[in-house]
């Protein structure tokens, strides 16, 4: 606890992070699956700390690499990265640093280990961790599948003495049990986090005049930083270009450009140079920037597993931030040349599968947050909005009988020899020349669904054949017909009724509240101009979370600032004085006085919601179970089950915490808690003593009991 607070400047551990750690700690495996901005890095930087050997973080993402190596060097940790970007002499200079042991920490490409003589240098250094960060690109079902993962179970005999972490933020059931095998976890503790994210708002928005609605968007939030995915490489230049052009300070970020171009984007993006970055969905960017306001989807993503991890990049800080995917049937035509690349079948088939299933998100009219959440096998009761745009203004479900029959009609007229797309054109009385020189412009059906755009047609065409009233052939240029259940509708009246999707909104995310916003943006300002000095990203300074407490609490001494959230000893020495002088002339001039950080706003949400997975925990231990049963139960670690009751407490559920602890347990630690206060555990297990044989579990659970105690009286 004392490095966490002296490196990193935090008092007590996120939820699931002190049990990995001390899991790692103690010589066991581990198999993590936690959201992105959950806080996996520090569950293997701060082992890496305490361990004697050298760590290796074996990742995918080059730019990840820096970006962390980066953070971790302004924090005075030893790490360093090897991979593509690096001259020969440059890496040289690091293996040697490895080898002499004055490094503790380093980032690796998967394709690293293939180097000759590379794994045998890293014996000679002595190895106590191997962290696999993206652990889902092992498996051929996970969404971002690479064959060099397959290879990494090998440094188990390389490295026989040495711990074993895969951390991931997406993977279903089938790709855990997959990574489980491939990389030999079978006996890892496992430790799963919620994969709900409350503080992102979902919304999907037909794809109309879509540049037009992107940059009204960020001309709105002109200080919010933001990613745009795009499916071409054609797409992100167009886009940036045009965001250039009307003012808005952009990047492009795709696989054709040169390794300097790159890494001058990303750096631009990363240092609040520029707002927004326009990337491919193909590239994976691995920018580690926590206040990203806002991803857009131009175009449709592969999968919903491709979808939650580029979302996810919004919000890593835990404040309100938005994820809208503009969104066409016609995307999912043009990602079927994807799927068609595919080298084997079994391959497409998955692809297919993927695909399939992301329309299906898009096009549905459920709560699409629990529809995420469905796809990953968590449950979800709801939360205080904002969630998401079906949430928000729930569209209502109307009869579309008349409507199904005059497209289905149309069909039949057509001669069932058509795809959608040209149905729907006949439908809305369209003169062009396929049309004209079909006769198709006499049919009786020609034009009577003008009143209709062209995108309402599409999404009920769309339903029509998902829910098997038409039939469309994929091998046939997607000619659809009338299935027997569709002339059930068409001839005989069946009725029909759908939600059709709701316009576009506008996002609800914007600025969170500080006590002195004035200085709150002196601070930002401030912080900006000692980044460009040190040749960092602005977060890697204090993130704006710490900044908001800042210039809510107005530390204006040494002591006052270190116990302010991030602030660590290491960087109120190096960057204290600057910040403290700020404060203080900020209260000379303006006489202000400290107030109370104000909430998140997505607090509501987390105190009134629990999640699924701690839902299913809390049932079976309210039962009787013990935390035991319920781990073995749940195929879950106990401390996992620990931090899921910490959870249901801290919501407000009922929590029979009577069968782990006895009432003189809570006395004795509701004592200690008078004496010591409750924002650190440890000086709580010293004064109850730790020959008293508390758990840390324990201890957890009584000082959640008495916080909500305190909180209802």
């Known amino acids: 606890m004392s490095t966490l607070q002296t490196v990193w400047g935090y008092d007590e551990f996120r ?23 959950g806080g996996k890095s520090l569950c293997y930087q701060l082992p890496a700390l305490l361990l004697d050997g050298l760590t290796i973080v074996i990742s995918p993402l080059i730019a990840l690499m820096k970006d962390q190596v980066d953070a971790l060097t302004e924090l005075n940790v030893p790490a360093t990265y090897i991979n593509s970007s690096l001259t020969s002499t440059e890496i040289r200079d690091r293996m040697r640093q490895i080898t002499t042991g004055e490094v503790k920490l380093l980032y690796v490409a998967p394709e690293r280990f293939s180097t000759p003589g590379f794994t045998q240098r890293l014996q000679q250094r002595g190895v106590s961790l191997v962290a696999i960060d ?29 711990v074993f972490a895969a951390f991931t933020a997406t993977a279903t059931r089938q790709v855990q049990d997959d990574i489980r095998q491939q990389l030999g976890l079978a006996r890892a503790e496992q430790f799963q986090g919620s994969f709900n994210r409350p503080n992102l708002y979902y919304e999907v928005r037909p794809k109309r005049k879509t540049y037009e609605q992107i940059l009204a968007y960020i001309r709105n939030k002109p200080d919010a930083s933001g990613i745009i995915y795009c499916l071409s490489r054609a797409g992100v230049e167009s886009t940036a270009e045009r965001l250039q052009r009307d003012g808005i300070s952009a990047a492009a970020y795709h696989g054709g450009m ?15 140079d520029v707002q927004v970055v326009v990337a491919t969905i193909a590239f ?19 999968n919903l597993e491709s979808y939650y991890q580029e979302s996810g990049r919004a919000g890593r800080d835990g404040e309100p931030s938005d994820c809208i995917l503009f969104y066409s049937y016609g995307d999912v035509t043009r990602q ?32 699409r947050r629990a529809a ?7 449950s979800f009761d709801g939360q205080d909005p904002p969630c998401c745009d079906i949430c928000g203004d729930p569209p209502e479900v109307e009869d579309m009988t008349i409507p199904a029959q005059m497209l289905m009609s149309c069909v039949k007229r057509t001669g069932e020899r058509f795809g959608l797309a040209y149905v729907i054109d006949v439908l809305r009385g369209s003169r062009d020349q396929r049309i004209l020189r079909s006769g198709h412009e006499r049919l009786s059906t020609w034009g009577i669904g003008k009143d209709r755009s062209k995108s309402d047609w599409q999404f009920l065409g769309r339903a029509l054949i998902r829910d098997g009233y038409l039939y469309q052939d994929a091998g046939n240029y997607n000619i659809v017909s009338i299935t027997p259940r569709g002339a059930e509708v068409l001839f005989r009246g069946e009725r029909v009724s759908y939600a059709m999707p709701p316009k576009a909104q506008s996002a609800v995310a914007d600025v969170v509240d500080v006590a002195y916003p004035q200085l709150f943006e002196r601070l930002r300002r401030l912080r900006k101009q000692i980044a460009d000095e040190r040749g960092v990203p602005p977060y890697v300074v204090f993130p704006d979370s710490t900044l908001r ?38 209260v000379g001039s303006t006489g202000a006085t400290p107030q109370q950080a104000p909430e998140r706003q997505v607090s509501a949400a987390r105190r009134s919601t629990l999640t699924g997975t701690a839902k299913s925990s809390l049932t079976l231990f309210n039962q009787g179970m013990s935390i035991e049963d319920v781990a073995s139960e749940r195929g879950l670690a106990a401390t996992t089950i620990e931090a899921h009751l910490v959870e249901a407490i801290e919501s407000g559920a009922e929590v029979d915490i009577g069968h782990v602890v006895t009432p003189e347990m809570i006395a004795q630690v509701d004592t200690a808690i008078r004496k010591v206060g409750d924002e650190l555990l440890r000086p709580i297990m010293d004064e109850v003593g730790d020959e008293s044989g508390y758990t840390w579990g324990q201890l957890r659970l009584i000082r959640a009991w008495l916080r909500q105690r305190s909180a209802q009286e």
């Open 15 to 37: 939820p699931l992070q002190e049990d990995i750690v001390r899991t790692i700690l103690d010589g066991r495996d581990a198999f993590v699956l936690l959201p992105t901005g």
């Open 134 to 162: 993206e652990a889902h690109c092992v498996s051929e079902w996970g969404h971002d599948f690479r064959p060099e993962y397959r290879d990494l179970l090998r440094l188990r005999d390389a490295f026989p003495e040495a």
């Open 258 to 272: 040169d390794a300097e171009q790159r890494r001058t984007a990303q750096e631009a993006f990363v240092r609040d």
């Open 284 to 302: 994976g960017m691995g920018i580690d920037k926590p206040d990203v306001r806002f991803v857009i989807h131009q175009d449709l993503p592969r």
């Open 336 to 367: 079927m040349v994807f799927v068609d690349e595919k080298p084997t079948p079994r391959l497409r088939e998955i692809a297919l599968s993927q695909l399939k299933q992301m329309s299906g998100w898009a096009e549905s009219a459920s709560c």
């Open 372 to 378: 995420l959440l469905e796809y990953f096998e968590e």
């Open 549 to 586: 407490h800042m210039a809510s609490r107005l530390p204006t001494t040494p002591d006052a600032l270190l116990r302010i959230v991030g602030v660590g000893e290491r960087k109120a020495r190096a960057y204290g004085p600057a910040f403290l002088g700020a404060i203080s002339d900020f």
